[in-house]
């Protein structure tokens, strides 16, 4: 199951995207990537650090992880904080979208982009699986108005500051812990703070025993026609052809009957170049949706690590890791947001009770499962496209959403456990404590890509 949404290119709006027929041709031009400029370029409330007084909390990074802690902070309004993130620049992330489910009041109604109350799975031989998880919805954020939203929070607390720097440093000193960064215009600054949530992405991975890579490229595309039905998001579309290593699929989440992000994505070892992706994402709008004229208007495109190494939270006594770099993105759905804000409510939390600790995002058995079905999915033990069809079709939906939230109870998880093919998933539990664990280079955001253009 993989995540995330739609944004439309703010360069060009709907205009000068590219145009395709059934047979593939183009008739205009210029795929229009995303745009990498974020708004925001200082938010400052009445308190900056004066460099005498230590900060409450200094959170280095403002991603999703960053900004979603800050936000959870910024509105208990005792402490003082401030978020370092580096100007626009190579380590900006591009603007991306963040899907999650979710039910009740959210946290940032204000930026959400859609919402779907159904979602389809799509079997090899065509079958469709249709899925009503309520009380659950399926949502779509979009970064810059996320972005915005928080910034604007952070903005109206005279406590909290949103400091545009990159951090070099982050070491621990006597009452806390002190980070060193660099302006934009080259001076360092030096900030100190009772604790320090670092969201960096980390360069190399821990050591892990498996590593697969969930690695995509989507299109917002707009049809001549009607296609799509905005009320069912499509998670997993195994209509399309398997890579010989792992496994692919497609994910359609419509945003109006012609408009949608239409995404190619793989579980497997090594990311595509461009061009592999862009004609796997040519076959299936053609060939597989039909969607006869249609125009690209934007693109994303990322890759997020699935593996089952261990991160450590904590860097030393007031320094904390939170995020991806913190083992927030669940090893077999890649799928994060959601546990960085029960991560983010966790710690407010301990803040608010004067107690120093990171709760785990994902629990022990959660990760021992994933760590089973990474491997299975490894070795081709298992099939990934039959695997996760038959797990939609035979767990109720909001059960098997609570379980990749790692709330089901012990029961539950057997339940859904014996819908799995238990002979090689036994095989490969009573192998994996007896294998080596290796550290990786953490992937780069697009690799390959930079080589194809
Ligand atoms: C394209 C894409 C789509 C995704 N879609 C989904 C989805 O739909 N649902 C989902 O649950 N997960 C999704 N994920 C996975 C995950 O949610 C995201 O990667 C998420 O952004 C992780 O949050 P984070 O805060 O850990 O990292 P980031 O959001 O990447 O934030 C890290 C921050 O650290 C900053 N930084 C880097 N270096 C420095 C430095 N030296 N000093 C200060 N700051 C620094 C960066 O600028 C960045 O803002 C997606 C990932 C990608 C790549």
């Known amino acids: 199951m993989n995540r995330r949404g739609e944004r439309r290119s703010r360069r060009t709006?709907?205009?000068?995207?590219?145009?395709?027929?059934?047979?593939?041709?183009t008739r205009a031009d210029t795929t229009n990537d995303q745009d990498r400029s974020t708004p925001g370029a200082q938010v400052r409330g009445g308190q900056d650090h004066d460099g005498t007084r230590p900060l409450d909390v200094i959170v280095v990074g403002g991603g999703a992880a960053g900004l979603s802690l800050a936000h959870r902070l910024a509105r208990r309004g005792d402490l003082t904080v401030t978020v370092v993130e580096p100007p626009d620049g190579p380590?900006?992330?591009?603007?991306?979208?963040?899907?999650?489910?979710?039910?009740?009041?959210?946290?940032?109604?204000?930026?959400?982009?859609?919402?779907?109350?159904?979602?389809?799975?799509?079997?090899?031989?065509g079958t469709g699986i249709t899925v009503d998880p309520a009380p659950l919805q399926y949502r779509m954020l979009r970064s810059a108005p996320f972005e915005r939203l928080v910034h604007s929070a952070l903005g109206r607390n005279p406590r909290t500051t949103l400091l545009r720097a990159t951090a070099e440093t982050v070491r621990e000193v006597p009452g806390g812990a002190e980070v060193r960064c660099t302006a934009p215009g080259g001076g360092t600054r030096i900030l100190r703070a009772a604790r320090v949530f670092d969201s960096r992405p980390p360069r190399v991975l821990p050591p892990a025993r498996t590593l697969l890579?969930?690695?995509?490229?989507?299109?917002f595309v707009r049809t001549a026609a009607d296609?799509?039905?905005?009320?069912?998001?499509?998670?997993?579309?195994?209509?399309?052809?398997?890579?010989?290593?792992?496994?692919?699929?497609?994910?359609?989440?419509?945003?109006?009957?012609?408009?949608?992000?239409?995404?190619?994505?793989?579980?497997?070892?090594?990311?595509?170049?461009r061009p592999e992706y862009e004609a796997a994402l040519e076959h299936y709008c053609r060939s597989v949706l039909r969607l006869g004229l249609y125009t690209v208007e934007a693109a994303e495109q990322g890759?997020?690590?699935?593996?089952?190494?261990?991160?450590?939270?904590?860097?030393?006594?007031?320094?904390?890791?939170?995020?991806?770099?913190?083992?927030?993105?669940?090893?077999?759905?890649?799928y994060t947001f959601a546990a960085v804000q029960r991560q983010s409510r966790a710690i407010a939390a301990a803040l608010a009770e004067g107690r120093d600790r990171v709760p785990p995002p994902h629990g022990r058995r959660a990760l021992a499962m994933d760590a089973v079905l990474l491997r299975a999915l490894d070795t081709g033990r298992i099939d990934g496209p039959d695997f996760f069809t038959r797990l939609f079709g035979r767990t109720p939906a909001e059960r098997l959403l609570r379980f990749l939230?790692?709330?089901?109870?012990?029961?539950?998880?057997?339940g859904i456990g014996l819908h799995t093919p238990v002979g090689p998933m036994l095989r490969t539990a009573l192998e994996l404590p007896f294998l080596p664990r290796r550290s990786r280079p953490a992937p780069s955001v697009t690799p390959r890509d930079e080589e194809s253009r």
């Open 405 to 414: 939230d790692g709330a089901t109870t012990p029961r539950e998880d057997l």
């Open 213 to 219: 890579l969930q690695h995509f490229r989507g299109w």
């Open 13 to 25: 709006g709907t205009a000068g995207g590219r145009i395709r027929g059934p047979d593939g041709g």
């Open 91 to 125: 380590l900006r992330p591009p603007e991306r979208t963040w899907c999650y489910w979710a039910a009740g009041p959210d946290d940032f109604a204000g930026a959400l982009e859609a919402t779907w109350s159904r979602l389809r799975i799509h079997g090899r031989d």
């Open 303 to 334: 890759v997020i690590p699935m593996t089952d190494a261990r991160f450590p939270r904590r860097a030393g006594r007031a320094v904390f890791r939170i995020g991806t770099a913190g083992g927030a993105t669940r090893p077999s759905t890649g």
């Open 227 to 273: 296609r799509f039905d905005p009320a069912v998001a499509d998670l997993m579309d195994f209509r399309v052809p398997q890579p010989r290593h792992g496994l692919a699929f497609g994910y359609v989440l419509p945003l109006a009957a012609d408009h949608a992000l239409v995404e190619y994505t793989e579980f497997s070892r090594t990311p595509l170049s």
